[in-house]
């Protein structure tokens, strides 16, 4: 019922920047929750950020005043600006969803890599 497309992803030197996007289509609920998750190899599955469809934002301790996540209601996008990358950022990141409706519905993204390296 929700699809996501992710993109944004490639690799880059400590210290640079990248955005990735998100964007959702299908039976959206009015009441959601969006975010970005990573897994780096031998790692378990992270929360990165989230947002809610009020408004509210959630970061990761590693992650906090670096990255910055938001939305474009108009477009159904979600957004993560990713400032001043180190290596230890280097991962699969993926794009979820949690639909709120009659019964709650989680969606996944189909991951993108990201890699910060020298």
């Known amino acids: 019922q929700v699809q996501l497309v992710e993109s944004g992803g490639g690799l880059v030197q400590p210290g640079g920047s990248l955005r990735l996007s998100c964007a959702a289509s299908g039976s959206i609920a009015s009441i959601y929750v969006m975010g970005w998750y990573r897994q780096a190899p031998g790692k378990q599955r992270e929360l990165v950020a989230t947002i809610i469809s009020g408004g509210t934002t959630n970061y990761a301790p590693s992650v906090k005043g670096r990255f910055t996540i938001s939305r474009d209601n108009a477009k159904n996008t979600v957004y993560l600006q990713m400032n001043s990358l180190k290596p230890e950022d280097t991962a699969v990141y993926y794009c979820?969803?949690?639909?709120?409706?009659?019964?709650?519905?989680?969606?996944w993204g189909q991951g993108t890599q990201v890699t910060i390296s020298s």
């Open positions: 979820y969803f949690q639909n709120f409706l009659m019964t709650t519905r989680d969606y």
